[in-house]
């Protein structure tokens, strides 16, 4: 997570201070003439569910993952930003019938204005792992209505259709982060890690079995 060095207001301006990032965010990733190797989509994205079960175990929830607010700097780290709509869930700053993030990558309990917890950003989580695989987005619309009754209601596509390298595990992955129901999906950013981390291991024995046979 990006670290924060100071917060507050001067003569009326709110202000932040952090941490300079030398990198790019992975948007740029997101598209099919520039996808990563798997085995890095798998490590990256098994960084930030850790990032996430870190922010989720103090009770903040990101409410706007996506590729843009991930950060790859220099030294092959993630960085999650952007925890700007981010809300203590413990608190009454968590307030149902209000609708932040965006759209795309947006729970189907945060559009319909329920309060949300960490498994509204595993959703989110999910979205950009097609996205990163497969270079499309898993809901699409000609405007916001139908988009938003698509991620209520619609089942999304087999990624392996739209780019069939996608391994069966990470297919799995998807299926469960983008249940609709969220009782359905990981209930904890450390369940979805543990999955992440355990195609990881089994990626790297196939890579080094072709290696050895190469």
Not at 157 to 165: A, M
Request: aromatic share 6%; proline share 5%.
């Amino acid at each position: 997570i990006v670290t924060i060095y100071d917060a507050g207001e001067e003569q009326d301006l709110a202000y932040i201070a952090m941490e300079f990032l030398d990198g790019h965010d992975l948007k740029r990733y997101a598209k099919p003439d520039s996808l990563l190797p798997q085995r890095k989509v798998v490590a990256y994205a098994a960084d930030i569910t850790d990032a996430l079960a870190y922010a989720h175990g103090k009770g903040i929830v990101h409410r706007d993952i996506k590729p843009a607010n991930v950060m790859l700097i220099k030294s092959g780290e993630i960085k999650i930003t952007d925890f700007g709509i981010a809300r203590i869930t413990a608190t009454s700053q968590t307030k149902t019938g209000v609708v932040k993030g965006t759209p795309h990558y947006m729970s189907p309990e945060q559009i319909s204005g329920k309060k949300v917890d960490g498994r509204s950003d595993l959703f989110s989580l999910g979205v950009m792992l097609f996205q990163l695989l497969t270079g499309d987005l898993p809901f699409k619309g000609d405007n916001v209505a139908t988009l938003m009754h698509q991620i209520m209601n619609e089942p999304h596509p087999d990624p392996r259709t739209v780019n069939p390298k996608v391994v069966k595990y990470l297919v799995a992955i998807i299926n469960k982060s983008l249940k609709k129901q969220r009782d359905q999906r990981y209930q904890t950013a450390e369940q979805m890690a543990s999955d992440l981390k355990k195609v990881g291991n089994w990626l790297d024995s196939v890579i080094a079995k072709k290696r050895a046979a190469g």
